[in-house]
């Protein structure tokens, strides 16, 4: 396990220590990056070879060296490179994580808190569909198209028929 610092592309700076937590797996002689958690990012690991471009389903990345204990993640946005998130290969207990766990979780300033959302990577890893307060949003490696959800029982539907998740238990609204 390591620990990412992700990039705000409003503030151009990179989140706090434990911000995102990431796999480092090792095969053979090979090291690679694993992270099945990060939205819109990677459907295979990421061999960690810096400034070797890789291509998958998702789009183009590559990892580069930040400094001599930091490595930097982007992704291809026609011809800029984005930053992701840099992280380093030091090993991390979950534990180091709770602080900013919570944070995501109870903050009024985390972005998982300030808004509706769920989103998943359909099984073929060409499209992730996300929902997010009043927007359905189908991505793929063309783009993303919007729809705008109308209204409560819409945002219901696409709930379910998208991720098959009911809001309404024993009557009560979540």
Known sequence: MISARVYNSSTKEFGREYDHLAIIV?????????????GEF???PLRLV???????KRGKFRITNQNKEALLVSKASG???MPEYVFSLRERR??????MCRY???????H???????????NSGNRRITISDNKLKFTDINGTKEIEISDETEFDQLLWK?????TKLLGHSL
């Open 79 to 81: 011809d800029e490179w």
């Open 50 to 56: 810096p400034d070797e471009i890789q291509r998958d």
């Open 26 to 38: 090792r095969l053979e002689e090979n090291e690679y990056l694993v992270d099945v958690g990060f």
């Open 112 to 122: 998982f808190t300030s808004k509706r959302v769920c989103s998943v990577l359909t």
């Open 94 to 99: 979950l534990s180091e994580f709770e602080e």
């Open 42 to 44: 990677s459907f295979s």
């Open 104 to 110: 995501h979780q109870f903050s009024p300033e985390s």
């Open 162 to 166: 998208y991720f098959e998740i009911k």
